[in-house]
């Protein structure tokens, strides 16, 4: 009777001390790994060890959430979903080799380039998701919302702290570059932050347009070219070449209804399925 009572209060002290500690994990699995290591007569420390780990893989896994989600990602992408073979242009080594994120440590940048619906953006988040699994910072934008909040944080006086959080990151995606065109202080803010990342944050930017018509986003020539230079300065560059995906899919579609047995199921598809279906291609 008294054991069991001494028993009880020190759980009740562990589970306190553990709290203060801040080790939820090791509090909720010490009594049963306890019961399971006097079972297996485990020693003391193997029981310890296998507490530390527990608690290490959970906090690991609530981190990796965490950078997922402080990403701010559109979608999740998968490279795994990406068929490179509707994208010859785009060679899968190199994509390969950029997920290992070499690339971020040596403060290099990713460009692609290419038409509307050739994979840009699913590349950029795949490249980004495979860094943020690496447990490197991660900030996805639309090159638009961050001009906007660009403007927004200079007329509050807030431009210090956007600046502070964006020099922070490892890895910033700048998605759709020249969709609209920056206004003139809008281009500026952007180009400032492309130049304070320069040989500290690594970039993946995306864009439909081709160097020669940069000016158009940028307004002045000189800034272009300062931009260009700092951007392109170490950096892969990646032609998305051909044409829509989502456009070859859909023609891929209506010519084979005929043939494919379950064609008119198959052309009554949603092309946005494509995503949860891991991008296989019909063809
Ligand atoms: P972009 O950014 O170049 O305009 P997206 O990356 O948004 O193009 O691609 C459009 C859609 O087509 C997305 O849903 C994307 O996942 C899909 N997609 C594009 N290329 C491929 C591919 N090679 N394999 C699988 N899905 C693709
Ligand atoms: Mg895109």
Redesign the pocket.
Same mark, same amino acid.
């Given at each position: 009777m008294l054991m069991k009572q001494l028993e009880t209060t020190s759980m009740v002290l562990l589970h306190h001390h553990l709290k203060a500690l801040r080790l939820p994990t090791i509090t909720a699995e010490c009594e049963k790994l306890a019961r399971q290591a006097a079972a297996d007569n485990a020693d003391h420390l193997t029981y310890l060890l296998q507490l530390c780990e527990l608690e290490l893989l959970e906090r690991e896994r609530k981190a990796a959430e965490r950078r997922l989600k402080a990403a701010h990602f559109p979608t999740l992408k998968s490279l795994e979903s990406f068929d490179f073979s509707a994208r010859p242009s785009v060679n899968r080594l190199l994509i390969g080799e950029l997920a290992r994120c070499e690339y971020i440590d040596r403060r290099e940048n990713v460009l692609f380039v290419g038409n509307?619906?050739t994979g840009? #953006?699913?590349l950029?988040i795949s490249l980004a998701m495979a860094a943020c699994s690496r447990g490197y910072r991660v900030r996805f934008f639309r090159l638009t919302e961050l001009a906007t909040l660009l403007m927004e944080a200079r007329d509050e006086r807030g431009l210090l702290g956007l600046r502070a959080r964006l020099a922070k990151l490892d890895l910033l995606v700048l998605?759709?570059l020249g969709y609209v065109p920056a206004s003139k202080i809008g281009a500026e803010l952007l180009f400032d932050v492309i130049s304070s990342a320069y040989e500290r944050t690594s970039l993946i930017v #995306?864009t439909?347009l081709p160097f020669e018509s940069w000016t158009e986003v940028f307004g002045s020539e000189r800034l272009t070219g300062a931009t260009l230079d700092r951007l392109t300065h170490r950096c892969q560059i990646i032609e998305t070449k051909g044409e829509s995906y989502r456009l070859r899919d859909a023609k891929a579609r209506i010519s084979k209804p005929a043939t494919d047995e379950r064609g008119g199921s198959a052309a009554g598809r949603e092309p946005c399925q494509r995503d949860t279906e891991g991008g296989k291609t019909s063809s």
């Amino acid at each position: 009777m008294l054991m069991k009572q001494l028993e009880t209060t020190s759980m009740v002290l562990l589970h306190h001390h553990l709290k203060a500690l801040r080790l939820p994990t090791i509090t909720a699995e010490c009594e049963k790994l306890a019961r399971q290591a006097a079972a297996d007569n485990a020693d003391h420390l193997t029981y310890l060890l296998q507490l530390c780990e527990l608690e290490l893989l959970e906090r690991e896994r609530k981190a990796a959430e965490r950078r997922l989600k402080a990403a701010h990602f559109p979608t999740l992408k998968s490279l795994e979903s990406f068929d490179f073979s509707a994208r010859p242009s785009v060679n899968r080594l190199l994509i390969g080799e950029l997920a290992r994120c070499e690339y971020i440590d040596r403060r290099e940048n990713v460009l692609f380039v290419g038409n509307p619906g050739t994979g840009k #953006t699913h590349l950029a988040i795949s490249l980004a998701m495979a860094a943020c699994s690496r447990g490197y910072r991660v900030r996805f934008f639309r090159l638009t919302e961050l001009a906007t909040l660009l403007m927004e944080a200079r007329d509050e006086r807030g431009l210090l702290g956007l600046r502070a959080r964006l020099a922070k990151l490892d890895l910033l995606v700048l998605d759709e570059l020249g969709y609209v065109p920056a206004s003139k202080i809008g281009a500026e803010l952007l180009f400032d932050v492309i130049s304070s990342a320069y040989e500290r944050t690594s970039l993946i930017v #995306t864009t439909n347009l081709p160097f020669e018509s940069w000016t158009e986003v940028f307004g002045s020539e000189r800034l272009t070219g300062a931009t260009l230079d700092r951007l392109t300065h170490r950096c892969q560059i990646i032609e998305t070449k051909g044409e829509s995906y989502r456009l070859r899919d859909a023609k891929a579609r209506i010519s084979k209804p005929a043939t494919d047995e379950r064609g008119g199921s198959a052309a009554g598809r949603e092309p946005c399925q494509r995503d949860t279906e891991g991008g296989k291609t019909s063809s």
